[in-house]
Nanobody
Framework: QVQLVESGGGLVQAGGSLRLSCTAS????????MGWYRQAPGKERELVAL??????NYGDSVRSRFTNSRDNTKNTVYLQMNSLKPEDTAVYYC???????????????WGQGTQVTVSS
């Protein structure tokens, strides 16, 4: 079984910065890509950032302000969020697409979510 554990959320003023971390643990053969989605009250979950060996995707609203980086030796991703805006307030969910064994199908896993609140 694979678990994703997030940390680093909290309350920050507009214009400030936060860094989220997410570590994947358990039976992992390879991680195809790993990153973040977010969901604000009353809205659908949306892409924030994903990183893999061949992809680096960002949501349009966070491009140039957020950076997603990976430490493959630790199965960890870090989301550096700068110039935060009140509209960035949401629950941020870590996401990983991975194989548990060499011949396993790709599977998607989600963290429990961490709250980020940006005050104006």
């Amino acid at each position: 079984q694979v678990q994703l554990v997030e940390s680093g959320g909290g309350l920050v003023q507009a214009g400030g910065s936060l860094r989220l971390s997410c570590t994947a643990s358990g039976n992992i053969f390879t991680i195809n890509h790993m990153g973040w989605y977010r969901q604000a009250p009353g809205k659908e979950r949306e892409l924030v950032a994903l990183s893999g060996s061949t992809i680096a995707n960002y949501g349009d609203s966070v491009r140039s302000r957020f950076t997603n980086s990976r430490d493959n030796t630790k199965n960890t991703v870090y989301l550096q969020m700068n110039s935060l805006k009140p509209e960035d307030t949401a629950v941020y969910y870590c996401h990983a697409n991975l194989k548990e064994r060499q011949w396993s199908p790709n599977q998607r896993y989600w963290g429990q979510g961490t709250q980020v609140t940006v005050s104006s």
